[in-house]
Nanobody, 127 residues
Framework: QVQLVESGGGLVQAGGSLRLSCAAS????????MGWFRQTPGKERDFVAA????????YYADSVKDRFVISRDNAKNTVYLQMNSLKSEDTAVYYC????????????????????WGQGTQVTVSS
């Protein structure tokens, strides 16, 4: 059973930084592409960033490009999301997800492209 556990969320002032982590277990981590999504109440879950199995290729939503960095450590079975220059509109519950699809291609930003999800971690950015 694949389990994904996010951590690192919290309250931060606008302009600040946070680093989210997502630890995976129950799988061969290096065979999964990984993604981060976020969701606010009453809205759909939106794509934030993704990284391929080796970490060689990364993908970002336009809204976070040049501010967020996704990375992974296959030796630690962990994917990270470094969030810089945070804005109030970044406030959301952040979810990590694992995908068996390789390459992600057109599935990169789609919820249906991912097979497993974490429980989410709250990020609140105060203005």
């Amino acid at each position: 059973q694949v389990q994904l556990v996010e951590s690192g969320g919290g309250l931060v002032q606008a302009g600040g930084s946070l680093r989210l982590s997502c630890a995976a277990s129950g799988c061969t981590f290096s065979t999964y592409a990984m993604g981060w999504f976020r969701q606010t109440p009453g809205k759909e879950r939106d794509f934030v960033a993704a990284i391929d199995r080796s970490g060689s290729n990364t993908y970002y939503a336009d809204s976070v490009k040049d501010r967020f960095v996704i990375s992974r450590d296959n030796a630690k079975n962990t994917v990270y999301l470094q969030m810089n220059s945070l804005k109030s509109e970044d406030t959301a519950v952040y979810y990590c997800a694992a995908s068996r699809v390789a390459p992600l291609g057109g599935y990169t930003a789609l919820l249906g492209g991912y097979n497993y999800w974490g429980q989410g971690t709250q990020v609140t950015v105060s203005s």
